[in-house]
């Protein structure tokens, strides 16, 4: 490939903090396989060392940009483009960009991902979570997303849900849908299950994100009286919230450095989430390690389930119900490694199966074919 491509990113995902820095990473690891060593790459708030305030980012919002992204940051972005045949935009909120990138130089190729449609995310946080001045930013994510599907070449969502809501707010469908490749990391003795007690091991897997903590809080109260066994909850900022959710059939774990260890305790994976936008990856994640999920259907978005070997759990008796048969089936015989979990993850999740898909669909963009 000897294309030159630039990779463009709000921030540099150094520490994980949540599902859309997963598929950040794994996108990019995509993108430098594919254009091998011809991937130069941008991060917006590197650009300036100004500091990202409420007051700047709601003066840009007034001005129709979504900090970092600013009139600064776009006159840097254009020397940076010299040579470049292809831009890869990660995160709809700087759609402005590829319209910047489309006026300066129209033979560039530009992809946009949109992780969510997130001007709905926003007014979700300011609804749910009280955060009023999200909604101060509403109209220049509508300008950015809208700048991204009449710019992009190539458009990406991550869901089917997402990829109809874009359609109906749009006007456009994604070109492309991007599951959640994850990097596999159940090779020999990871693949086999551990168990520490006699137990039933229930294990919940997610940073203390305002979506996973409401759902926490809602099982730890609703379900986890009403069935036997042990619920770990594992995550960065988790331990923040131990005595508020610790009982005595829950330990709040927290941050750890390596999760697998926690996938091999457990039995199955509960993922009681009620909203949010976008895919959840921890799923994806835990059908990696081969394991039965019980989840909402916000949980399973993006997924066939069905075909996952998963459970979908719609109101509270359903939980009770589902975590009680399991656990019967777990004295009879092992229900740790669900093969047909694993076997999905490795058909349609993994990098493999997803480069696959995305390097075909960037060989059609490059080449200039169409539809």
């Given at each position: 490939?000897?294309?030159?491509a ?5 921030e540099?995902?150094?520490a ?11 996108v990019l ?24 305030t ?10 129709g940009?979504?900090?970092?992204y600013?009139?600064k940051?776009?006159?840097i ?13 990660d ?8 319209e910047?990138i ?11 991902l ?19 001045h999200?909604l ?17 070449d190539?458009v990406?969502?991550?869901?089917e849900?997402?990829?109809r ?8 469908k ?35 994100f ?12 609703n379900?986890m ?28 774990v927290?941050?750890?450095e390596d999760?697998i ?8 994976v509960?993922?009681?989430?009620f ?14 390690h081969g ?5 909402t ?5 993006g ?18 119900e ?14 740790s490694?669900?093969r047909?979990?694993r ?8 990098v493999?199966?997803?480069?696959r ?15």
């Amino acid at each position: 490939m000897n294309s030159k491509a630039l990779y463009i990113r709000g921030e540099r995902v150094i520490a994980v903090q949540g599902g859309a820095d997963i598929v950040s990473q794994s996108v990019l690891a995509m993108l430098r396989q594919y254009f091998e060593g011809n991937l130069d790459e941008l991060y917006i708030n590197e650009l300036t060392a100004e500091p990202l305030t409420k007051g700047r980012i709601l003066k840009g919002a007034l001005h129709g940009y979504f900090e970092p992204y600013g009139k600064k940051e776009q006159s840097i972005l254009m020397e940076r483009l010299a040579g470049v045949d292809f831009v890869f935009v990660d995160q709809s909120v700087y759609g402005r960009a590829c319209e910047d990138i489309r006026r300066f130089d129209s033979k560039i190729r530009i992809a946009a991902l949109f992780h969510n449609i997130e001007r709905k995310y926003y007014a979700q946080r300011a609804l749910r979570l009280f955060r009023i001045h999200n909604l101060f930013l509403v109209p220049a994510i509508i300008r950015a997303e809208t700048a991204a599907v009449a710019a992009a070449d190539l458009v990406i969502a991550v869901s089917e849900r997402d990829a109809r809501l874009m359609s109906r707010l749009y006007g456009r469908k994604p070109d492309l849908i991007v599951a959640a490749p994850v990097q596999d990391v159940c090779t020999g003795i990871n693949a086999h299950p551990i168990h520490s007690s006699n137990d039933f091991v229930m294990l919940f897997v997610g940073s203390a994100f305002p979506p996973n903590l409401h759902g926490m809080r809602w099982f730890v109260r609703n379900v986890m009286p009403n069935v036997d066994g042990r619920l770990y909850i594992v995550g960065h900022g988790f331990e923040q919230y131990r005595h508020e959710l610790s009982r005595k059939n829950v330990e709040v774990v927290g941050s750890v450095e390596d999760t697998i260890a926690w996938y091999q305790k457990a039995h199955c994976v509960v993922s009681p989430i009620f909203w949010g936008q976008g895919i959840k990856v921890k799923t994806a994640e835990a059908y990696m390690h081969g394991k039965i999920v019980i989840g909402t259907q916000e949980a399973f978005i993006g997924y066939d389930y069905l075909r996952a070997g998963s459970i979908l759990a719609k109101k509270k008796a359903d939980w009770i119900e589902a975590l009680r048969n399991l656990d019967t089936r777990a004295r009879v015989y092992d229900v740790s490694f669900c093969r047909q979990a694993r076997t999905y993850y490795e058909q349609e999740l993994s990098v493999d199966a997803q480069y696959r898909k995305f390097s075909a669909v960037l060989d059609r963009i490059l080449s200039g074919e169409q539809e």
